[in-house]
């Protein structure tokens, strides 16, 4: 088959399984590197999901703490009150 410039180009039937065999073994070394990939993976999946209970704590204990100084807003007219009558 000859392109606009005359030129011919021809793949042999041993090309196309030299090409076939090269990217076989391309296709193992990828299945051979995916079980580290995999654990490295599950490593950061790990450490996202310690730092997510971390994050989740820290939320917690500010909640708590502005929770308690409201309730030390709202008693403390109370306290004020009873530290003038005395």
């Given at each position: ?11 042999s039937i041993r090309d196309i399984f030299e090409e076939q065999v090269a990217q076989g ?62």
């Amino acid at each position: 088959m000859a392109d606009e410039h005359g030129l011919v180009v021809k793949v042999s039937i041993r090309d196309i399984f030299e090409e076939q065999v090269a990217q076989g073994k391309v296709l193992q070394t990828i299945a051979e590197s995916l079980p580290t990939t995999a654990k490295r993976f599950e490593e950061v999946d790990a450490k996202i999901h310690d730092h997510e209970v971390r994050m989740r704590t820290l939320e917690r204990r500010v909640w708590q703490s502005i929770g308690a100084f409201g309730l030390l807003a709202a008693v403390m007219p109370w306290v004020v009150s009873l530290v003038r009558v005395t």
